[in-house]
């Protein structure tokens, strides 16, 4: 039994955003989302569609997005928010997409959204780049798994390990804690999360071997205590 690659149409949105190479206008930066999301389909056994950079404006938007016939899933990154300039759902909406879900209580990644334009599926993930690796990461690579025929997405990965450092308590929304993994001599797998969880600092995530999940209101945790892990490598 076979599957059909998933086809995955990516569009990055926003004027501050330039292709690597163009010059860079004042106030613009290098688009990192866009070709992060194509090695990531690709890793994952998608095919990605790139749809380039739609500007600041619902017509922008539409037009990009209309280039992704064909595809079983579309991607956005940016524009998921409540900002003037955070037109994606208003302009899918336009087209016909219906909004499954906005917004969820995890960190990084609150202004996830979900929904379906015709037989297509929509994710649309947040700008900043490690929210948008991470959402990609939680709700992405499991949806491609399941059009790859996979029973089990969303829990390929996942294990547990002990704390490398203590933690304190967690708020309302669910944390996954960029962390590097080390083995101790008797085989325990131990988790380091970085001390500085800044959604905007790529690096970390990079060097991270895994994510510690700390579920809401989950209470202080002593170096040691065992904990959820989500393994990136």
């Keep these: 039994t076979?599957?059909?690659?998933?086809?995955?149409?990516?569009?990055?949105t926003g004027d501050e955003i330039a292709l690597p190479g163009d010059p860079?206008?004042?106030?613009?930066?290098?688009?990192s989302n866009g070709?992060?999301?194509?090695?990531?389909?690709?890793?994952?056994g998608g095919e990605p569609l790139d749809l380039g950079i739609a500007a600041?404006?619902?017509e922008a938007i539409v037009e990009r997005a209309l280039g992704a016939v064909g595809a079983q899933?579309?991607?956005t990154t940016g524009g998921a928010s409540v900002g003037d300039h955070d037109l994606v759902q208003p302009a899918l909406t336009r087209i016909g997409m219906t909004l499954d879900f906005w917004k969820i209580a995890m960190r990084p990644g609150k202004p996830l959204m979900v929904g379906r334009l015709g037989d297509m599926r929509v994710l649309g993930l947040p700008g900043n780049p490690v929210s948008s690796m991470v959402c990609a990461i939680l709700f992405l690579r499991p949806l491609l798994a399941r059009l790859a025929?996979?029973?089990d997405p969303a829990g390929e990965g996942r294990s547990t390990a002990r704390l490398g450092r203590a933690l304190p308590e967690n708020d309302r929304r669910e944390d996954y804690l960029r962390a590097t993994l080390t083995t101790e001599a008797d085989g325990t797998l131990v988790a380091h999360p970085f001390e500085v969880q800044d959604s905007s600092l790529l690096g970390a995530l990079a060097r991270a071997d895994a994510l510690v999940i700390r579920p809401p209101h989950a209470p202080s945790a002593a170096a040691g205590a065992q904990v959820e892990i989500l393994r990136l490598t």
């Design 56 to 58: 600041d404006t619902e």
């Design 73 to 75: 899933v579309l991607v």
């Design 2 to 12: 076979v599957r059909q690659r998933p086809r995955v149409a990516i569009l990055a």
């Design 149 to 151: 025929g996979s029973e």
């Design 24 to 31: 860079l206008a004042p106030g613009q930066i290098v688009s």
């Design 35 to 44: 070709p992060a999301l194509h090695a990531f389909v690709r890793a994952c």
